[in-house]
């Protein structure tokens, strides 16, 4: 394809560190094949997580890529998500709750994914920060109430003492301090603690791998999560895993009870906020566990009680086979763009002829009748 035929495509996302590591790869992925905008104005939007304000950005098609993170989308943003002319969602049960929502519009399924660079050489970053062994359980946050970060960390805290060979690491990503300080009160409670460390920066890609490497339990006891590209790395890297038995996050797809502990699960009403609210109805729901469950998951892990399925692959969920579906479904996407473009050029030309045919004049001016 010429470089002048390419069609205009704008990759959208909003603040997140998933979201934008998602939003450049795409980018990188489909450079080649299309032109990659810097402005709201051209033939494909793709937008990742939804903006109200996008109905009015001009695009010949549209696509969403939406996580949910509730169970009921509100009806008003419903009918925003209807707009689009095609919504992706990463996981299986995030399509059924868009549909149950009332999102008529078609839904692709097109999962998160892990970087092959995950399986790679390690840097040494976990060695460097850690030269006593111990085991060490670990989880990656944004500190949001729906993380469920505190409960987490208490109940780790009730748990362990100092005496028992263990840590617990809580990746944060830049949080807003009263976050730490919160959590650093819940920590400095108990006397007898074992390692804790909060590591509350972000991370360039490399050494991120190597502390997701060097860990031996992932924990996730999030209310609930539309995907979780770090439970999906854990369960790559092999690792235990302790999350929640869900029936309504996304990670369902790709954990199980061969490759992870799964803590009994019952629902509870989202907290209705007004951030919660612009995208989820008031009847939206969540998870939550009986807290005495994840003590005991932590103690079965710890002395090697619970064994997992370490034979499990995941090639499905490798970057390079995930672009690939982005590619297959951007084919049709990019014929029936080119098509409206003629449609649109056929009609404008149409409309160009008619008005302006009274005014044409004879192609011999001789044959110009002045009377």
Not at 33 to 48: K, T
Not at 52 to 73: E, H, S
Not at 271 to 277: F, G, L, M, R
């Amino acid at each position: 394809m010429k470089k002048d035929d390419r069609l205009k495509l704008y990759i959208w996302s909003r603040q997140g560190e998933s979201l934008l590591k998602i939003n450049e790869d795409l980018k990188e992925n489909f450079k080649e094949d299309y032109h990659i905008l810097n402005y709201v104005e051209g033939d494909i939007l793709f937008m990742h997580y939804i903006d109200p304000t996008a109905i009015n950005w001009r695009f010949k098609k549209k696509v969403l890529i939406q996580p949910v993170d509730g169970t009921i989308i509100n009806s008003g943003m419903t009918e925003n998500i209807n707009q689009f002319n095609y919504v992706i969602t990463p996981s299986s049960i995030n399509k059924q709750q868009l549909i149950d929502s009332g999102v008529e519009v078609p839904i692709t399924v097109i999962p998160n994914y892990y970087d092959s660079d995950l399986l790679e050489s390690d840097n040494g970053f976990f060695e460097q920060l850690f030269d006593e062994k111990k085991y060490t359980f670990y989880t990656e946050s944004t500190g949001v109430e729906r993380k469920n970060i505190e409960n987490l960390l208490k109940h780790f805290l009730e748990t362990f003492t100092k005496e028992d060979n263990t840590r617990l690491i809580i990746k944060l990503n830049q949080v807003e301090n009263k976050i730490i300080v919160k959590l650093k009160s819940i920590i400095d409670s108990y006397q007898d603690r074992p390692e804790v460390i909060l590591l509350n920066k972000r991370l360039p890609e490399k050494y991120l791998n190597s502390l997701e490497r060097g860990i031996d339990c992932y924990i996730c006891l999030s209310h609930m999560e539309g995907f979780c590209v770090p439970l999906l790395n854990a369960a790559v890297l092999k690792k235990d895993i302790i999350t929640l038995d869900t029936k309504i996050s996304g990670y369902k797809d790709f954990i199980n009870k061969d490759n992870a502990l799964l803590l009994p699960t019952k629902e509870i009403d989202m907290p209705i906020t007004e951030k919660s609210t612009w995208l989820y109805s008031v009847e939206s729901k969540w998870e939550d566990i009986d807290y005495q469950d994840y003590r005991k998951a932590l103690k079965s892990v710890y002395n090697g009680k619970y064994k997992f399925n370490k034979s499990i692959t995941y090639d499905k969920y490798r970057k390079e086979n995930v672009m690939k579906e982005y590619d297959n479904f951007m084919i049709p996407l990019s014929g029936e763009t080119r098509e409206k473009i003629f449609k649109i050029k056929k009609l404008a030309k149409k409309r160009n002829k008619h008005h302006f045919s009274k005014f044409r004049m004879p192609k011999d001016l001789n044959d110009f009748d002045l009377d």
